[in-house]
């Protein structure tokens, strides 16, 4: 039985056992529309009785899972004459590879096909016992949980406390697979880092002013060593995304102004969407706008001024990066300006002030704790793009602070270095964890920082 008709199953099962149970309910508190003697309302009875219908289903299903293919692989490799199986543990893996393959229908070696059809079948055959035994497994579970829950339903069960108790463990499930996930990606990036830190200087990378990963294939060859100086990196991130807020903050805030305070409904129920619209736009076609649009115009203005501009230069995809992120700066500082109370606007106009005088020295301090928020977003999203700076500033880890000139940022280098058949045991390759954890550590900073400043003046205008 295939997985989405055993979920249909399970479906249909949990909403018989609702209703079955909330009838049982009704009728034990003495009849329907009566609850005079039930401790919870019909309903939780209702969802006791589901969630123990389905639970214990979804446990098996997950666990089975889990386990069974390494179980049918190990009875396959046991069923694998003596040549297959006494190989090494990555030709062993390749053989493997094949027999799933073979038996999923799929081409291999047709030399190796005859050894592998004997282990294909047996391959299926043992797939289609597990997927049979899982789903009769499943349905009996299911009904012996049932019939379980079905026990314990009397007038004074405590069914909302289990729903309540079984709903709050789900959500601190959900909390800790969050907390567990990042915990999991800041060890793994930590870990390939020390790798890294071990070849090549903390110092050297951290305060290099050299970057050139590159490692030669013979010692004799020159640059074998790579330089892994990570400042013109940082430097180039810096750059770029400090054009694209200097770009997206001043115009998000005064859109946000706008829409807020001074458009009318009909005007802010067409702009609003509009501009964001901008959001749902892939990144790589603002890379194809800032390669093929903007970068030619800087070019033509610097040309006209007599400066000499790049073909990839910083300036052109900070511009086109603070377009992109417009949206994220003023739809979320129009959503918290329309959060404060009007209130406040009330008083500020009886004390005389005008709606400009209102707006700076009220409206705005009260929403500074959600103006930061966006303006944090809007900086996050500069500092992680990609595909803008790949394809508007260029690949050149040069160490500038002048716009025109070709830059490169952190996440490009990253995507660089793990790009293509790699080797983990190099710096070359190590060099990305390297980056990453940096990236991870400056952008902790810049949240605590930011949950200060939110904290220091949601204490003055709450």
Request: hydrophobic share 55%; with cysteine.
């Amino acid at each position: 039985m295939r997985l989405t008709t055993l979920a249909l199953i399970l479906t249909a099962m949990a909403l018989a056992a609702f209703y079955l149970g909330r009838s049982r309910a009704a009728a034990i508190g003495g009849g329907p529309g009566k609850a005079r003697l039930l401790h919870s309302l019909p309903k939780y009875y209702g969802y006791y009785t589901a969630m123990w219908c389905v639970l214990p289903g979804l446990v098996l299903l997950l666990a089975w899972t889990a386990l069974s293919d390494t179980v049918i692989t190990g009875r396959v490799i046991e069923a694998l004459p003596d040549s297959l199986r006494n190989q090494p543990e990555a030709q062993l893996g390749l053989t493997l590879n094949d027999i799933r393959n073979l038996a999923a229908g799929q081409m291999v070696d047709e030399a190796r096909r005859p050894e592998f059809a004997v282990a294909a079948d047996l391959y299926n055959n043992l797939r289609t016992a597990s997927q049979r035994l899982l789903s009769g497994l499943i349905i009996a579970v299911s009904f012996l949980g049932f019939a379980l829950a079905w026990w314990r339903l009397q007038p004074k069960f405590r069914a909302r406390n289990h729903v309540e108790l079984a709903i709050k463990a789900a959500l601190i499930a959900a909390s800790l697979v969050a907390i567990l996930t990042t915990l999991g990606i800041l060890l793994s990036v930590t870990f390939e880092a020390i790798r890294f830190f071990r070849q090549v200087p903390f110092d050297d990378f951290l305060f290099g002013l050299t970057w050139s990963p590159q490692m030669a294939i013979r010692a004799d060859q020159v640059g074998s060593s790579g330089a892994f100086g990570a400042v013109p990196l940082f430097v180039g991130t810096l750059l770029i995304s400090a054009i694209a807020l200097i770009v997206a903050v001043p115009i998000g805030l005064m859109i946000a102004i706008y829409l807020s305070e001074y458009a009318r409904p009909a005007v802010r129920r067409v702009l609003k969407p509009l501009l964001e619209v901008l959001a749902g736009i892939p990144t790589v076609v603002y890379g194809y706008f800032a390669a093929l649009t903007m970068a030619p115009v800087i070019r033509q203005w610097g040309d006209s001024l007599g400066l000499d501009v790049a073909s990839e230069s910083a300036l052109g995809a900070g511009l086109v990066m603070g377009i992109m992120i417009i949206p994220f700066v003023s739809s979320l500082s129009d959503d918290v300006i329309n959060a404060v109370p009007q209130a406040m606007r009330d008083g500020s106009y009886a004390l005389g002030a005008t709606r400009s005088e209102t707006i700076k020295r009220v409206i705005l301090r009260a929403a500074l704790p959600g103006i930061v928020g966006g303006v944090l977003l809007a900086a996050s999203r500069a500092i992680g793009e990609t595909m803008i700076v790949v394809m508007a500033a260029g690949l050149s880890a040069n160490l500038t602070a002048n716009p025109l000139e070709s830059v490169t940022t952190v996440t490009v280098q990253i995507v660089t270095l793990l790009v293509g058949d790699q080797e983990f045991d190099s710096p070359k390759t190590l060099a990305a964890f390297a980056l990453g954890l940096v990236l991870f550590v400056v952008t902790l900073i810049l949240n605590i920082i930011a949950l200060q400043v939110v904290r220091r003046y949601r204490e003055q205008y709450d």
